[in-house]
């Protein structure tokens, strides 16, 4: 999808989820337009790698770690797989990461190798969003919530429910009043009035657990 269309799709979706459901309709009232904006330009490969970076870190803590890493290929915009192996474990120590994430980032980098992993994002164009999943789960310490993220915030895809993320599931608990968390059951049973513009639910619903 162009990012023309995109946008259109996204004034679709505001639209069609505004009809669907008016507690929906009230967080677009509230927070406007939706600013879901996917990285054209970033590929699969680059895209889990910065996101292990990011699991359960704090957000400026991990862009620190990330430009130390990025920094590590001074010839290019990021390392690529045959230099990331090549790395010894003390230089992506080096960069902030733990001892777990540095082997999950070579992880990928032999994935992107063997070819699980692509380095161009039209290798996943014409895949579903289940057997993205499937297929990138395959590399260790990649997990369904980081393909979800992906496929979101790198590919575009606009019907994702991330259910296992704490946010979507605060931000539905928040909309509806109640005082019990939401379960990933219950917000996937939630989150189907709004198919097949999910993706953009869950960006409202992040809106609502921050407010």
């Given at each position: 999808?162009?990012?023309?269309?995109?946008?259109?799709?996204?004034?679709?979706?505001?639209?069609?989820?505004?009809?669907?459901?008016?507690?929906?309709?009230?967080?677009?009232?509230?927070?406007?337009?939706?600013?879901?904006?996917?990285?054209?330009?970033?590929?699969p490969y680059e895209?889990?790698?910065?996101?292990?970076?990011?699991?359960?870190?704090?957000?400026?803590?991990?862009?620190?770690?990330?430009?130390?890493?990025?920094?590590?290929?001074?010839?290019?915009?990021?390392?690529?797989?045959?230099?990331?192996?090549?790395?010894?474990?003390?230089?992506?120590?080096?960069?902030?990461?733990?001892r777990q994430k540095?082997?999950?980032?070579?992880?990928?980098?032999?994935?992107?190798?063997?070819?699980?992993?692509?380095?161009?994002?039209?290798?996943?164009?014409?895949?579903?969003?289940?057997?993205?999943?499937?297929?990138?789960?395959?590399?260790?310490?990649?997990?369904?919530?980081?393909?979800?993220?992906?496929?979101?915030?790198?590919?575009?895809?606009?019907?994702?429910?991330?259910?296992?993320?704490?946010?979507?599931?605060?931000?539905?608990?928040?909309?509806?009043?109640?005082?019990?968390?939401?379960?990933?059951?219950?917000?996937?049973?939630?989150?189907?009035?709004?198919?097949?513009?999910?993706?953009?639910?869950?960006?409202?619903?992040?809106?609502?657990?921050?407010?």
């Open positions: 999808m162009r990012p023309t269309d995109y946008r259109l799709a996204v004034t679709d979706a505001e639209r069609h989820l505004a009809v669907a459901d008016a507690r929906m309709r009230r967080l677009i009232e509230r927070h406007g337009p939706c600013g879901l904006v996917p990285e054209w330009k970033r590929s895209a889990l790698v910065r996101a292990i970076m990011y699991q359960q870190v704090h957000g400026k803590a991990a862009a620190a770690i990330h430009g130390r890493f990025l920094a590590l290929a001074p010839d290019s915009s990021h390392p690529p797989p045959a230099a990331v192996l090549a790395f010894e474990d003390d230089v992506l120590r080096g960069v902030g990461l733990s540095a082997s999950y980032i070579r992880a990928i980098a032999e994935a992107a190798h063997a070819g699980i992993v692509p380095l161009r994002r039209g290798a996943l164009s014409r895949a579903s969003d289940e057997a993205i999943i499937e297929r990138l789960t395959q590399v260790r310490g990649v997990g369904r919530w980081t393909v979800e993220m992906l496929l979101m915030f790198t590919l575009g895809r606009l019907d994702v429910l991330p259910v296992g993320d704490f946010g979507v599931r605060l931000g539905y608990q928040r909309i509806t009043r109640r005082t019990a968390p939401v379960t990933p059951t219950e917000m996937a049973a939630a989150g189907e009035r709004w198919r097949p513009y999910r993706s953009v639910a869950a960006w409202y619903l992040w809106r609502a657990a921050d407010a």
